[in-house]
């Protein structure tokens, strides 16, 4: 099963539920324990370490981790930033607690002296307005020191739901986040991404409810990682068309068609509405023809480099009549925005459909501004899919997969090496590559994102389009040796995925 990502209504059900089972400050005692052992891991070696509490929970799992790492030798200053009491009884308890070592306790922590890691315990998942005053004069304390730097449960100021600041105020920029009970969404997602650096779900020994929100893991599309089948031939293993070659962009139908190659599509045609080609010579496998017969495809491509011309609708609509898999994207998308009979037709499709929008393509669909897209990718990816009826690919920085059935995943993998030209057209060729290899619908999606942002992982410069896919088939190839490792019965178990839930 997916890692679940709890909303927060769903985490102060938890934490009512728990405190009425364990005890109201259990939970709080449990995450500070966790975050100093977290922290001891980052940085064995005992050193000194300023902790930054705010007056809610937050702040008191900072009080509580404080006394921890100093009962390890670190020496620690706490900071009570603005001196006000805490807000919950368990905070002032955990205040008071640090208060009785005898240690000094600091309102501003400009006044602490130098630390080797600091440790942000400002807000959790309380915060519901934009950090102001003191508070966000500690965020900026934090983020200028040169330090280790730890957010406790999320970093303050992000918002755990949209992964945007909250108000629009940035907050703090932690090296390492260890979050309590589950992950959220907002860690994976958008600025989340950035303001999180490695992060650490800590369940504090809560059993975790399954959610209609996932954090996307190679088990969940594990059937695409099972060896192929040795009898079989290319007609197994289907056929793609990619529908595209609007004037002067046949590049971006060719990258599609390549990457449905390099994922194992048993045969790639290709069909450009406005220009011709005959041959690939870079990929000869690529089969050209000027009209594609439709009823003969398992999945298509439309819309990389399609332009926007009468024969490319034309094309478009003859497409979401046929009984193929279709990938809708780039130039297909747009032509969606707005056109209530194309719209209509994608409701309508008894075949599987994936639309694999940007922001500022959900943005023209939904008819929205694309402020409001990129304030809640989670919710606008799942506007698209009822709209739709389609699976949604949102795609960015935490790729946003869901079903019109509200069920949501947010894919883990990725850099900004995809940000390049011609990605999003490798991404819809190897979703199509497994609709032809026939898995179910969501293996499809699932694993054809996961493995086009496995390709870029490690990459912190730039790649070329046309390299996503065979780095991409790379990885699967791995996936599959592992998958083979473990369930071979006379082989050691050495993989380094674990299959079994
Ligand atoms: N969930 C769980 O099970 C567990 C949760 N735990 C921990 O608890 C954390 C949640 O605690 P929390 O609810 O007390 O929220 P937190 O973020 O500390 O602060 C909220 C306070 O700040 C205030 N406030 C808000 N914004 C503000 C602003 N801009 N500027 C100034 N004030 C602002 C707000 O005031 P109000 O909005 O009511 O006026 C409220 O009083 C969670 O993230 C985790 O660390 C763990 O201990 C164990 C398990
Ligand atoms: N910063 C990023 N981090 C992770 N993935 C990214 C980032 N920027 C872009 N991507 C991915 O790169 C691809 C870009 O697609 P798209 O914008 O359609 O490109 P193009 O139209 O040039 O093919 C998408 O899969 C997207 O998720
Ligand atoms: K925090």
Request: charged share 20%.
């Amino acid at each position: 099963m997916s890692v679940s990502l709890l909303e927060i209504a769903q985490l102060r059900e938890l934490e009512e539920k728990y405190a009425r089972i364990l005890g109201p400050d259990v939970l709080m005692q449990r995450a500070g324990k966790a975050a100093a052992e977290y922290i001891r891991e980052l940085h064995p070696e005992t050193c000194t370490v300023t902790v930054i509490c705010g007056p809610g929970n937050n702040g008191g799992d900072g009080y509580v981790c404080a006394k921890i790492l100093s009962e390890l030798g670190y020496q620690v200053s706490v900071v009570n930033v603005g001196g006000k009491t805490p807000k919950t009884e368990q905070a002032k308890e955990a205040l008071a607690a640090w208060e009785a070592t005898g240690a000094t306790i600091y309102t501003d922590p400009y006044d602490t002296p130098k630390a080797q890691i600091v440790v942000d315990a400002l807000f959790g998942i309380g915060q519901t307005r934009a950090l102001v005053g003191e508070y966000l004069d500690a965020a900026m304390w934090f983020n200028e020191r040169r330090a280790l730097h730890v957010s406790l449960d999320i970093p303050t100021g992000l918002d755990s739901q949209t992964g945007n600041w909250v108000g629009g105020r940035a907050g703090c920029r932690a090296d390492a986040t260890i979050t309590f009970l589950s992950g959220k969404p907002g860690l994976y997602t958008s600025i989340g991404k950035d303001a999180c650096g490695e992060v650490q779900v800590e369940n504090l020994g809560i059993s975790i409810p399954l959610t209609k929100i996932n954090l996307t893991e190679v088990k969940d599309f594990k059937h695409v990682c099972a060896s192929r089948t040795k009898n079989t031939s290319k007609a197994d293993y289907g056929r793609v068309g990619v529908i595209g070659g609007g004037k002067g962009t046949v590049g971006a139908a060719l990258i599609a068609a390549r990457s449905a190659l390099y994922m194992g599509a048993g045969r790639v045609y290709v069909e450009l509405v406005e220009e011709k080609m005959d041959l690939d010579p870079s990929v000869p496998e690529l089969m050209f023809r000027d009209k594609l017969d439709l009823s003969e495809m398992d999945a298509v491509v439309i819309g990389c480099g399609l332009g926007f011309s009468e024969k490319a609708k034309a094309r478009f609509i003859e497409c979401l009549q046929s009984d193929a898999a279709l990938v809708i994207d780039a130039d297909a998308l747009t032509m969606v925005a707005g056109d209530e009979e194309l719209l209509s037709l994608v409701t309508h499709r008894r075949a599987h459909t994936v639309i694999t929008p940007h922001n500022a393509e959900a943005a023209r669909i939904l008819g929205y501004p694309l402020e409001e897209i990129t304030a809640d990718r989670l919710n606008r990816a799942l506007d698209l899919s009822v709209l739709t009826g389609a699976v949604t690919v949102l795609k960015g920085a935490g790729t946003i997969v869901c079903q019109r059935s509200s069920i949501s995943w947010i894919n883990p993998t990725g850099t900004p090496a995809l940000a390049t030209a011609g990605s999003g057209d490798t991404l819809s060729g190897m979703i199509a590559a497994m609709f032809a290899q026939r898995y179910e619908l969501m293996d499809c999606v699932l694993s054809a994102v996961y493995l086009h942002g496995l390709a870029a992982e490690g990459c912190d410069s730039g790649i070329l389009a046309s390299d996503i896919a065979p780095t991409a088939a790379e990885f699967l190839q791995a996936l599959r040796d592992s998958y083979r490792e473990h369930f071979h019965p006379l082989r050691e178990r050495t993989d380094p995925v674990s299959w079994e839930d």
